[in-house]
């Protein structure tokens, strides 16, 4: 089950927020106070990994409502979302709700304060058969029936047990109720039609065979699952949800973890949220060695050898050996399992019992002393608390968990926040994740449209968006943004926009070729803008409308845009054209209307025999006698020619190909001296320049 959606309402301070559509990798950015922990909160607690998220309506509820469900209502919901299930889900569930496999893929899942799930498939479709369906198709082959052209093996008696038998038919379906037995019984009528003595190319035959299939289509859609069938599709449900493992910087591991105290406060119920997440961190902990924290502080203490018996002392020494080998295993398990997720360091780590306290050491190649985990970075810290709590929560099942993360890495290094970035988008395809933030270094740049922003709303309450400008009348939630402002490197761009004109293009290749471009005709003298053009990347169709948001001035006049006119970039064109840009159409450009060729990109604004050329150096063949101008195309995209030639001849083009080889063409193209260049290709290029210019 995969998710995709969810939307919390009645919760903490949330009353009802937004749709929030999930990536792979989805960020949650905003002000102190906004409420992202609470939408974390709410998700978790659809399925939580962890035994300690029960829900509670002291905490959970909002206050506002905490009589109101505490006295009755408790059937109230907290959290909706979506799931795709894959394709053995679909099919199970498909068999027993007899519905077809796509009308059950999209599952809606709720919880309410009573902690019961609701279920809902939102595409299906009741069974809605009617009789004049029926009757009509066969009025039709009565008619048909009685005109059709005979064989020369047939005769009038074939005609006539046709009629007789479809006339029967008829009257089958007279009545307005259609179900099974009635489908049965007019399958029963035609079967006595058969004959395999028939040839095949009688039009009684093919007659046959069209009404036996129409009926057979058909009787799907009168095969109602019974009641306990509809519910076992629930229970299936809500047994394959995944789980949810939440962590927050408050569970990172304490620096002198005191047993006695450990102990103690495992017991309580009273803790605070800080406390509560340290405990929670501390249990995992004590889960992974397999110990129990008594255990442990039983296995620290060193009892008077004179008050024991030979036999106790002799069962006291083989216990301790017992639990230091199982330390011992532990902490080798945990170090090889931790090599595969942390890239700062080869680190070693050993567990250790000592009177009342519980001690992790930490060694690695540069420094293979063992030094207590607190004489260690916060980073590091911060990273095996987590890691320990997706470890066991999870089970080893790491593929069906989703991560909700509250504030990831706020202690770590910038540098090592990028390697968390990464390692996000790496943990991400076996596991979603969806995380809260102030820093740049985790907000992704080239997919902003996985960032959404939460505000507080005008009543006090939580909101989020994935327009990231949601709630800019309010001046105290424009800092929410900061760190994409920060990570897209237009934290001036306020003072840089006032005096430039962006036009917002896909991807940075787009971007140096366009400013080839634009340098060519400034110095022919076929361009004099009165504010320096500016391309941004979006990283791609996706980054297109979160970034047109962030550029829109305070006047409120949209960017430029110029899209290719492949398949995607004819999507968004068509999407902006309705919706953002519905008032300024003409501000949404297609390459396709500049060049006059389909599916055009902006490579075919460059001249073909410098692309061809800059072709011999990239993608060099194998073969000697075989060069990308021998199989060129004139009047076809350039782009996919390059590709296919790459493909065809085994030329492996490494990620990032397209911005190394707009490099190659950029320098290649600015020595070009402007006789030089043919005519079209410069017209094309100043007719371009001066859309993007009014």
Known sequence: MLLTGFQVENFRSIDKSEWIDVEDVTALIGTNESGKTNLLCALWKLNPASKDADINLLTDAPRKLYSQLRASNKDTVFIR?????????????SNLRKRPPNEVKKVSVSRMYDGIYLIRFPDEKLPTLKADIFQKFIDEKIKYIQELQLLKSENEEKRDNFSDVFNQLRGLFESSIIDKARIDNASSLLSNLRDEKEPKTSEFTKTLNET???????????????????????????????????????????????????????????????????????????????????????????????????????????????????????????????????????????????????????????????????????????????????????KDSHK????????????????????????????????????????????????????????????????????LRANESNPSQTKSIYPVHAALGLSVSEMLFNNCTPVLVEGPSDQIYLSAIKTLLIAFGELTPKKDIIFVPAGGTRGVKPIVSLLTGKNEELPKILLDSDSQGEQMVQALRKDLYKDNPEYVLEVSKIVDMEQAEIEDLIPANVIIKMARYQLRSNNPDVEFEDVYEEGKPILKQLEKFAQDNEIPLEKGW?????????????????????????????????????
């Open 400 to 467: 069906d968990s989703i991560l909700l993360l509250d504030e990831p890495g706020l202690s770590l290094h910038p540098l090592a926040q990028k390697d968390l970035s990464l390692f996000f988008r790496n943990l991400s395809k076996t596991n979603l994740i969806l995380y809260t933030t102030h820093s740049p270094f985790l907000v992704d740049s080239n997919h902003l449209d996985r960032v959404k922003a939460v505000f507080i709303q005008d009543d006090g309450t939580t909101n989020v968006s994935s327009n």
């Open 658 to 694: 397209k911005v190394d080889f707009s490099r190659l063409v950029k320098n290649n193209l600015l020595k070009t001296d402007k006789n030089k260049i043919d005519q079209n290709d410069l017209e094309r290029w100043k007719a371009l320049f001066e859309k993007i210019s009014i």
């Open 212 to 394: 036996e299939s129409f009926f057979k289509d058909h009787s799907t859609e009168i095969d109602r699952p019974s009641a306990d069938e509809l519910a076992e599709s629930r229970r299936y449900i809500v047994k394959n949800l995944p789980t949810f493992v939440y962590y927050s910087n408050y569970g990172n591991l304490d620096s002198e973890i005191y047993l006695p105290h450990v102990i103690e406060n495992m017991s309580r119920t009273d803790l605070g949220a800080k406390e509560s997440a340290k405990v929670k961190t501390l249990k995992v902990l004590f889960d992974y060695v397999k110990l129990e924290p008594q255990d442990i502080l039983d296995l620290g203490r060193s009892d008077s050898d004179d008050e024991l018996s030979d036999e106790e002392i002799e069962l006291k020494s083989k216990e301790k050996k017992e639990r230091s080998i199982l330390l011992q295993s532990a902490s080798t398990e945990l170090t090889a399992k931790f090599r595969d997720w942390w890239k700062q360091g080869e680190y070693r780590f050993r567990f250790e019992a000592d009177g009342n306290h519980f001690r992790i050491w930490v060694s690695d190649d540069k420094r293979p002393e063992d030094i207590e985990l607190e004489g260690r970075s916060t980073g590091l810290q911060w990273f095996l608390s987590f890691y320990l709590t997706f470890l066991v929560e999870s």
């Open 81 to 93: 979302t979506e799931f795709l299930l894959n394709d053995e889900e679909s099919q199970h569930v």
